[in-house]
């Protein structure tokens, strides 16, 4: 099993900055895949970002631009920087791990208990 620890939430006035810590219990390296999904009040989870092991990136379509995804292998940790937040970002925030592993292969997701994100003036 992977932990997952998040940090860095917390509340922010629209068109500011927020910088969210991921800190995974083994390295990362070995993680097929770690990402950022968020979940607001009545809403589906949806994907933010996520990063492969190799370091291509992915984001939801509304959000390029202000989310930047990135990795810190020596720290096992993975980041997300969030510019020029709208009140609309309001979620909880989650990562997520995906392994793919075994015989017969199979994918495994692991998730983190979330950091509260709050946009408002």
């Known amino acids: 099993q992977v932990q997952l620890v998040e940090s860095g939430g917390g509340l922010v006035q629209p068109g500011g900055s927020l910088r969210l810590s991921c800190a995974a219990s083994r390295s990362i390296f070995s993680i097929n895949v770690m990402g950022w999904y968020r979940q607001a009040p009545g809403k589906q989870r949806e994907l933010v970002a996520s990063?492969?092991?190799?370091?291509?990136?992915n984001y939801a379509d509304s959000l390029k631009g202000r989310f930047t995804i990135s990795r810190d292998n020596a720290k096992n940790t993975v980041e997300l920087q969030m510019n020029s937040l709208k009140p609309e970002d309001t979620a909880v925030y989650y990562c997520n791990a995906h392994v793919v592993a075994g015989l017969p292969v199979r994918g495994y997701d692991y998730w983190g208990q979330g950091t509260q994100v709050t946009v408002s003036s």
């Open positions: 990063i492969t092991s190799g370091g291509s990136t």
